[in-house]
T-cell receptor, first 113, second 112 residues
Framework: DAGVIQSPRHEVTEMGQEVTLRCKPISGHDYLFWYRQTMMRGLELLIY????????DSGMPEDRFSAKMPNASFSTLKIQPSEPRDSAVYFCASSWTENTEAFFGQGTRLTVV | QKEVEQNSGPLSVPEGAIASLNCTYS??????FFWYRQYSGKSPELIMFIYSNGDKEDGRFTAQLNKASQYVSLLIRDSQPSDSATYLC????????????FGRGTSLIVHP
C-alpha cells in the first residue's frame, strides 16, 4: 500500500474562497482522522470517522468546516469560506482501530491570504 | 479537556548522549501511550508504544510508563544528529472514546 495519500500538498487561496482537501486512507483501515497542526496549538483532532461514519466532530472549529467520507477509500475536508486564521498544515491519518498506530499522510499546507 | 503536557524545548544534547523526553497526562484512566517523531516539514511517524507500567526497549529507544504518577518518557541512547526532530506524545483517553490526544511536542536537537 502506498500509505495515506493527501492532495493537494500545498494550497494557497484567497480569503472567502472554498477549499477542499482530499484523503485516501490505507486500505483496510476502519478509522480515518483529520488533524490540523499549527505552532500555537500543536496537533488538533478535528473529526474522525469509523467505517465511513463521522463519530466525533467536536474538534471542528466552526460551521465553516465540514468533512465527508462517502466511501472507505476517500474523504474530504472542506472549508467555506476560508479565512487567514485557517492557515495551517492539515493531516489525514488512518488506523485499524481507534487506539492503535495512526499512519499519517504527508499533509496539506494551507495558506489563506 | 484531558491534557497531555510536554516541555516544548528545544532540548539540546551532544551526539552520543542520552536524550530524555517527558510527557505528563491528566486522565488517570488512560491505557495506551505512543511516541511519534516528526521531522521538520514532514508528517508524524510512530516510533514506540507502551501499554503497561515499566520499561519497553526497542533498539536505542526506551519508553517508560508510570501510571501512578501519570507520566511517560522516552529515552534515546547514543543520540545521533539524525534524531533531531520534534517528538510527540499521544495518550488515549478513557470514558468511551479511546482516540489518542497529542501533546504539543518537544523539539530535540542533537549537535555533533
Amino acid at each position: 500500500d502506498a500509505g495515506v495519500i493527501q492532495s493537494p500538498r500545498h494550497e494557497v487561496t484567497e480569503m472567502g474562497q472554498e477549499v477542499t482537501l482530499r484523503c485516501k486512507p490505507i486500505s483496510g483501515h476502519d478509522y480515518l482522522f483529520w488533524y490540523r497542526q499549527t505552532m500555537m496549538r500543536g496537533l488538533e483532532l478535528l473529526i474522525y470517522f469509523n467505517n465511513n461514519v463521522p463519530i466525533d466532530d467536536s474538534g471542528m472549529p466552526e460551521d465553516r468546516f465540514s468533512a465527508k467520507m462517502p466511501n472507505a477509500s476517500f474523504s474530504t475536508l472542506k472549508i467555506q469560506p476560508s479565512e487567514p486564521r485557517d492557515s495551517a498544515v492539515y493531516f489525514c491519518a488512518s488506523s485499524w482501530t481507534e487506539n492503535t498506530e495512526a499512519f499519517f499522510g504527508q499533509g496539506t499546507r494551507l495558506t489563506v491570504v | 479537556q484531558k491534557e497531555v503536557e510536554q516541555n516544548s524545548g528545544p532540548l539540546s544534547v551532544p551526539e552520543g548522549a542520552i536524550a530524555s523526553l517527558n510527557c505528563t497526562y491528566s486522565d488517570r484512566g488512560s491505557q495506551s501511550f505512543f511516541w511519534y517523531r516528526q521531522y521538520s516539514g514532514k508528517s508524524p511517524e510512530l516510533i514506540m508504544f507502551i501499554y503497561s507500567n515499566g520499561d519497553k526497549e526497542d533498539g536505542r529507544f526506551t519508553a517508560q510508563l508510570n501510571k501512578a504518577s501519570q507520566y511517560v518518557s522516552l529515552l534515546i541512547r547514543d543520540s545521533q544528529p539524525s534524531d533531531s526532530a520534534t517528538y510527540l506524545c499521544a495518550v488515549t483517553q478513557s470514558g468511551g472514546s479511546y482516540i489518542p490526544t497529542f501533546g504539543r511536542g518537544t523539539s530535540l536537537i542533537v549537535h555533533p
